[in-house]
Every structure is written in structure tokens, then in C-alpha cells.
């Protein structure tokens, strides 16, 4: 199951994906090439209403092969795994291979200030002196480091309101022990007793405002 903005979704074996590449000329830059991954997701509660989602991030100097190749990536995580080992094989259980990778990509904006910080102690230890750029990026952490622990601040916040927002039968699946029955199974029962709620809410409002 593929997840969007708020709570749109794709079941994987029904899900609709395009790849495509193009090129945009300017006067300044000449000719960029351009790529795109985009898959079509549904609104839960609402399946005529459909958007398409970006999954290849910033298209400008990506080629085809490239976004092929994130999509078979995503396939293979889909279909065979969600683990995988060093050698790329399918494993039941998360290693100390998968947990270092997990813990790689888990980086965020402060991670790379503070980082950049390092750099220069870094190059002082081997002994070949500093260079510019490691001078400048520590000069710059400096500037950064606030707006760094902000922003980090405000994606929490934001990311806990965004859930709150999400249907229950949403909310539930996210759990590990949580249902294992499809959206898309359950869907149809979920719009009958939302239309039945609202039905009752409009036969309140008619019985309590005056005529």
C-alpha cells in the first residue's frame, strides 16, 4: 500500500505509474533533461478524487534509467521484500546491516550542520591543513544552527497534526498489531456509514433551528 499527502492511497496491485523524461531549454542554462516517477492515488472516503504524486523528487538532471531504476527498487521492496541483506537477498528479520542503513538515511538538516562543523576538526587531525570550505562551513553552522533546531521543531509539530487528521481506519493500520484487511475492502462500508452520519447531523439541524 503506497501512502500520499493526508490520506490518499494506492493499493500496489491496482497501482497506476509513469516515468518519463524530457528537456527544458532557457536562454541562460540551455537544455536541462528532466525526470519524472508519478504514481495516481485515490482519496480514502472519496475514490473519484485522485492526484498525482511526485515520487522521483527534484526532476532537473535526472535521466529515464534513473527513475526506472527507483522503480524497480520500490517494486522489488513491495513484491519481495521489505528486508534485504547485504547481497541483496530477502531476509525475515532486520540485521545489523539493515539497521545501519535505516540509521544512514535517517539524517536531518541539524545532522548536517553539526557535521559540518566536524569537517574542520577533521582535516586539523590529518595534519594537511584547513582548507577554505571546511573554514567556511564552520563559520556558517554557526548561522545555521538555530534556524536548523527550528525547523526540526516545527516538521515534528506538523507531522503529529497531520495524523490527527487521518480517518481512524487509517490511523489503526499504522500500528504494527493493527488490522491487516485493505482500504479498498472496507472502503465502500467506511462512505455508507459517513453519509449515514451526515444524514443524521442535517435531521438534528432540522429538528433544532427554528422554522
Same mark, same amino acid.
Given at each position: 500500500?503506497?501512502?500520499?499527502?493526508?490520506?490518499?492511497?494506492?493499493?500496489?496491485?491496482?497501482?497506476?505509474?509513469?516515468?518519463?523524461?524530457?528537456?527544458?531549454?532557457?536562454?541562460?542554462?540551455?537544455?536541462?533533461?528532466?525526470?519524472?516517477?508519478?504514481?495516481?492515488?485515490?482519496?480514502?472516503?472519496?475514490?473519484?478524487? &485522485?492526484?498525482?504524486?511526485?515520487?522521483? /523528487? #527534484?526532476?532537473?538532471?535526472?535521466? $529515464?534509467?534513473? %527513475?526506472?531504476?527507483?522503480?524497480?527498487?520500490?517494486?522489488?521492496?513491495?513484491?519481495?521484500?521489505?528486508?534485504?541483506?547485504?547481497?541483496?537477498?530477502?531476509?525475515?528479520?532486520?540485521?545489523?546491516?539493515?539497521?545501519?542503513?535505516?540509521?544512514?538515511?535517517?539524517?536531518?538538516?541539524?545532522?548536517?550542520?553539526?557535521?559540518?562543523?566536524?569537517?574542520?576538526? &577533521?582535516?586539523?587531525?590529518?595534519?594537511? /591543513? #584547513?582548507?577554505?570550505?571546511?573554514? $567556511?562551513?564552520? %563559520?556558517?553552522?554557526?548561522?545555521?544552527?538555530?534556524?536548523?533546531?527550528?525547523?526540526?521543531?516545527?516538521?515534528?509539530?506538523?507531522?503529529?497534526?497531520?495524523?490527527?487528521?487521518?480517518?481512524?481506519?487509517?490511523?489503526?493500520?499504522?500500528?504494527?498489531?493493527?488490522?491487516?484487511?485493505?482500504?479498498?475492502?472496507?472502503?465502500?462500508?467506511?462512505?455508507?456509514?459517513?453519509?449515514?452520519?451526515?444524514?443524521?447531523?442535517?435531521?438534528?439541524?432540522?429538528?433544532?433551528?427554528?422554522?
Amino acid at each position: 500500500k503506497i501512502w500520499g499527502p493526508l490520506h490518499y492511497y494506492s493499493e500496489w496491485n491496482d497501482i497506476e505509474a509513469v516515468a518519463y523524461e524530457y528537456t527544458i531549454v532557457n536562454q541562460y542554462s540551455g537544455a536541462i533533461i528532466h525526470g519524472n516517477l508519478e504514481i495516481v492515488l485515490r482519496k480514502f472516503g472519496d475514490p473519484d478524487d &485522485r492526484i498525482v504524486l511526485n515520487l522521483s /523528487g #527534484v526532476p532537473a538532471g535526472k535521466r $529515464l534509467p534513473t %527513475v526506472l531504476g527507483f522503480w524497480e527498487y520500490l517494486r522489488s521492496y513491495m513484491t519481495v521484500g521489505p528486508w534485504f541483506d547485504e547481497t541483496g537477498n530477502k531476509t525475515e528479520f532486520k540485521n545489523s546491516f539493515i539497521e545501519k542503513s535505516l540509521k544512514s538515511g535517517d539524517i536531518s538538516f541539524v545532522d548536517l550542520v553539526l557535521d559540518s562543523r566536524r569537517t574542520l576538526g &577533521r582535516e586539523y587531525r590529518e595534519g594537511e /591543513g #584547513v582548507s577554505g570550505a571546511a573554514f $567556511l562551513s564552520w %563559520v556558517t553552522s554557526y548561522m545555521l544552527v538555530l534556524p536548523a533546531f527550528g525547523m526540526e521543531f516545527v516538521q515534528k509539530i506538523d507531522r503529529k497534526k497531520a495524523r490527527k487528521h487521518w480517518p481512524e481506519v487509517v490511523q489503526e493500520r499504522l500500528k504494527p498489531d493493527g488490522p491487516t484487511t485493505r482500504l479498498i475492502d472496507i472502503e465502500e462500508d467506511y462512505i455508507v456509514r459517513k453519509q449515514q452520519q451526515l444524514n443524521d447531523l442535517h435531521d438534528r439541524m432540522r429538528k433544532t433551528l427554528p422554522r
